[in-house]
């Protein structure tokens, strides 16, 4: 657990590690992250809720909680990913596409590969 000013954040998989103890484990994390919501954003609370503990036992991502060091309340989550994301672009919209190009890298290769398949 890490402390600054007025949070803290733990790894979910500091929960995970307790296994199935109703008071620290596992449930008691499910418990905790399903109370938390997001009304200007409802798939951020929907990832938390649905995504992120069995990402983090995949080795897929890792979920730390962010609480109120005062009252003790789950103010948020950040994820952070342990494996690139792939994205075919025929799968996605243009607007998509852009936004992806963004933050994201092209991989050239796959691009040639897959465009020389197609001639």
């Known amino acids: 657990m890490a402390v600054k ?6 790894n979910i998989r500091d929960y995970l590690a ?4 109703d008071e620290a484990g596992e449930p008691e994390l499910v418990r905790t992250i399903s109370e938390f919501s997001c009304p200007q954003n409802p798939d951020v609370a929907n990832f938390l809720k649905k995504n992120a503990v069995e990402f983090t036992k995949k080795s897929q ?9 005062e009252s003790k309340e789950l103010l948020g989550y ?3 990913a342990l494996k690139p994301l792939s994205v075919r672009g025929e799968t996605v919209s243009k607007t998509t596409k852009r936004k992806l190009l963004r933050i994201s890298e092209l991989d050239e290769l796959y691009s040639a590969f897959h465009n020389a398949n197609h001639l």
Not at 5 to 10: A, K, L
Not at 18 to 21: E, F, K, R, S, Y
Request: charged share 10%; proline share 0%.
């Open 5 to 10: 000013d007025s949070f803290f954040y733990i």
């Open 18 to 21: 307790l296994g199935t103890d």
């Open 61 to 69: 991502s890792v979920t730390y909680i962010v609480f109120s060091v």
């Open 78 to 80: 950040f994820t952070l």
